[in-house]
């Protein structure tokens, strides 16, 4: 998985902040889908090819400027996923 193949993940996904606003509604802008995602090393993070260390992968809402990590998303590939029995 590279940091292309997480974006594509981003299908779909809203930002729960502005989902609910009027304003946005009306812009219908709260969708997280085709941002570019940004990362830096975090040991609880992703495992992404092309980096050596796991990444910590975040996107920031352009309407709220709220940092949504991709972990909040539910998106999985999780080098160490907490344990889920
Ligand atoms: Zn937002």
């Known amino acids: 998985m590279n940091i292309q193949d997480y ?13 609910d ?14 941002l570019r995602i940004l ?6 993070g992703y495992k992404v090819d092309g980096f050596e260390k796991p990444q910590w992968l975040y996107v920031v809402c352009p309407n709220c400027d ?12 999780q080098i160490n996923p907490p344990d889920t029995k």
């Not at 974006?7 to 989902?19: A, D, I, P």
């Not at 709220?66 to 590939?77: D, F, T, V």
């Open 7 to 19: 974006e594509n993940q981003l299908e779909g996904k809203e930002c729960r902040w502005c989902k």
């Open 21 to 34: 606003s009027s304003e946005s509604k009306r812009r219908n802008n709260c969708s997280l889908e085709g």
């Open 39 to 44: 990362q830096y090393n975090h040991d609880g």
């Open 66 to 77: 709220y940092q949504w990590s991709l972990q909040k998303l539910g998106i999985a590939q």
